[in-house]
């Protein structure tokens, strides 16, 4: 089956010829019209439209982002807050980025609709601090809307006042899952939050309710209050509903971006046909669907796939249809949508050291677990590719990660243990015979770390 | 600490954005940084006391987080993204030619104080890998040959300000 054709509903105006990041430029594309048609609702009746929808976070987690609005405490007296997470870490993501420097109009757009829809009075925008220009686009944009009334005080003429702040991150990876974004917003080390008690939607920014939502997501809200749940909610497939923006790296011809229906493409329809396939005279080794620390693909394996009539069907990797559902089926993640994919020229244990170094740099060091066990999977796979390894490491490996996962304050621990766990058990002769096969210096796509 | 009156007039406005004053901690480490070139004994004890915070509680920020750096570094900054993706496609490579052609030791400075190049992670633009941040800009697709054609740029603009 040939691939579908690209659906461009967030990214409609990225590497438009023309499309400039500014007000008027929006504006002359329809800008903030859906916002003032959402600001004359009901905030009820917008936030049944996004359950309707069946919007999915596209932050990393998946999770619903009707519920999570529906979990806010809304009886505590306290200010309600919204923050955008726009730190985009996870390696292998960069979708995000091109949202905020080509049109960050449509993020603030969004933003605002979530914050009429909760009744937010103050809202930010946590950006990495590797976007020095992405923070001034959004400053200058968060300028130009507060001029127009579109932000701050009487919005649209309403009695409704709330104001919006971009606040930069400092580099560390940490900052992005939700509770450490938190505790950095406040000023403090990003140390993530024990849950419970610590759910953003009860006890978050300065112990108040707080929805943390990724860009990409809060882009889907625009586009949700503009067509209805209903209808967005027939884009896609039934429960991975809307678009999903594919970020493609690694060994492809034509790595990037591509916005498809969630669903509606599969791995080798986006990797052979729309990514133009592997390298001249490479074969296609293994991929990485959802973010460095989903579970890693081995080209060859198949699983048994519910099917959505209830019969199974045995789907190799080229066939898994990239969704939510199917990938967790296949035992990985959609993740945030960064699919990293490695020909045969890669040894595995090369690109997993190369994986345990991030972690090992990013843990926060607040669990023993993850604080050491990510140290000790770099230091091990560290070793392995500069020449001491043993036929046992895979095996020794895998044990470290095994103590990890559950064993954490925050879903990092899981972050940091599934590449080994995956790459040890899919790969497992690589890492056994890594010690005889290697006599030469490593591989030049992942040399030394 | 001798902070320009335009970096004044800015701490002053970021601090209205929270409610809580310790909020703005990580923006006037930024504010700061960029002042100065870096976060300086003096410096920490100046934004405690500005945020009416002890200076640990600003000092174990500057320990922790990445982008902040407790010495001067050279005028160019160089950073080269380290992670998977563009590891596949040869950052590694990419890295050693920058410190080889401006006679950089890895994760240092050159000894005319001009460059510092260092390894950093994901830099969210693994499409376009190798990856590398020179200042605060963004240069995609940097094989060995734009590698060097770069490091040419800063020799150049190096001895346009340093005339021999
Ligand atoms: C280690 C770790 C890193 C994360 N990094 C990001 C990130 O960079 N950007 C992001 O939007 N979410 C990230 N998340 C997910 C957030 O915790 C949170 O689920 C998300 O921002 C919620 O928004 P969404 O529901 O719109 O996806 C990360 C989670 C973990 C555990
Ligand atoms: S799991 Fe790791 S990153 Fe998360 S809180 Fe614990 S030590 Fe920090
Ligand atoms: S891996 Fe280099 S930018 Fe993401």
Not at chain 1, 198 to 220: D, K, R, S
Not at chain 2, 25 to 47: K, N
């Amino acid at each position: 089956m040939p691939a579908p054709v690209q659906r461009r509903l967030i990214f409609a105006h990225i590497d438009e010829p023309g499309y400039t990041p500014d007000l008027a430029c929006y504006r002359r594309h329809g800008g903030y019209e859906v916002m003032k048609r959402a600001f004359a609702r009901p905030p009820a009746e917008l936030i049944d439209e996004v359950k309707k929808s069946g919007l999915r976070g596209r932050g990393g987690a998946g999770f619903s982002c009707g519920l999570k609005w529906t979990l806010v405490d809304r009886k505590s007296g306290k200010p309600i807050y919204l923050v955008v997470n726009a730190d985009e870490s996870e390696p292998g993501t960069f979708k995000d980025r091109y949202i905020i420097h080509q049109d960050p109009h449509q993020l603030i757009e969004g933003a605002m609709i979530t914050c009429w829809a909760n009744n937010v009075q103050q809202a930010y925008i946590y950006i990495r601090g590797e976007f020095p220009h992405g923070a001034r686009i959004l400053e200058k944009a968060i300028a130009e809307a507060r001029a127009a009334n579109l932000v701050g005080k009487n919005i649209l003429g309403t009695a409704y006042s709330c104001d919006l702040f971009v606040h930069r991150g400092a580099g560390a990876y940490i900052c992005g899952e939700e509770t450490g974004l938190i505790e950095s917003l406040e000023g403090k080390r990003p140390y993530p939050r024990i849950k419970p008690p610590y759910f953003p939607a009860v006890l978050g920014l300065y112990q108040c309710p707080t929805i943390v939502n990724n860009v990409e997501t809060l882009c889907h809200v625009k586009h949700i209050a503009d067509l209805g749940g209903d209808a967005y909610a027939r884009i896609g497939t039934p429960n991975n509903t809307g678009t999903r923006i594919y970020c493609v790296s690694g060994h492809v011809q034509r790595p990037g971006y591509y916005e498809f229906e969630c669903g509606k493409i599969t791995m080798g329809q986006l990797l052979h046909e729309v990514c133009g396939g592997p390298l001249p005279g490479r074969k296609f080794k293994a991929v990485i669907p959802g973010g460095s620390s989903a579970k890693v693909l081995r080209f060859g394996e198949k699983f048994n796939i519910k099917q959505k009539d209830g019969s199974m069907s045995e789907l190799g990797v080229e066939d898994l249809p990239l969704d939510f559902d199917t990938l967790a089926a296949a035992g990985t993640m959609g993740g945030s949508g960064g699919i990293i994919v490695m020909d045969d020229s890669v040894n595995m244990v090369e690109a997993l050291a190369n994986l345990n170094a991030f972690y090992a740099h990013e843990s926060c060091g607040q669990c023993t677990p993850c604080r050491e066990g990510s140290l000790w999977m770099k230091k091990i796979s560290a070793r392995m590719v500069h020449g001491g390894a043993r036929p046992q490491d895979g095996e020794l490996l895998k044990n470290v990660a095994d103590q990890i996962a559950g064993r954490t304050i925050c879903a990092f621990g899981e972050a940091c243990a599934w590449p080994t766990q995956s790459f040890v058990q899919k790969f497992g002769d690589e890492f056994a015979g890594y010690s005889a096969a290697k006599k030469e210096p490593p591989a030049e796509s992942v040399p030394l770390i | 600490m001798n902070l320009k009156p335009a970096t004044l007039r800015q701490i002053d406005e970021v601090i209205t954005h929270y409610p809580v004053k310790r909020s703005a901690a990580l923006p006037l480490l930024h504010l700061v940084q960029e002042d100065q070139g870096y976060i300086s004994r003096e410096a920490i004890e100046w934004i405690a006391a500005k945020l009416e915070l002890q200076p640990i509680n600003i000092y174990e920020l500057v320990t922790f987080y990445p982008m902040f750096r407790q010495h001067p570094i050279g005028r160019r900054h160089i950073r080269v993204c380290r992670t998977l993706s563009c590891a596949l496609t040869g950052g590694y490579h990419v890295c050693a030619r920058f410190q080889q052609e401006l006679s950089c030791p890895p994760g240092g400075t050159s000894a005319d104080g001009e460059v510092t190049i260092e390894f950093v992670e994901c830099l969210a633009s693994c499409g376009t890998g190798p990856v590398v941040m020179i200042d605060d800009d963004l240069h995609e697709k940097v094989d060995l040959t734009k590698a060097t054609q770069l490091s040419q740029q800063i020799k150049a603009a190096a001895k346009t300000r340093n005339p021999p």
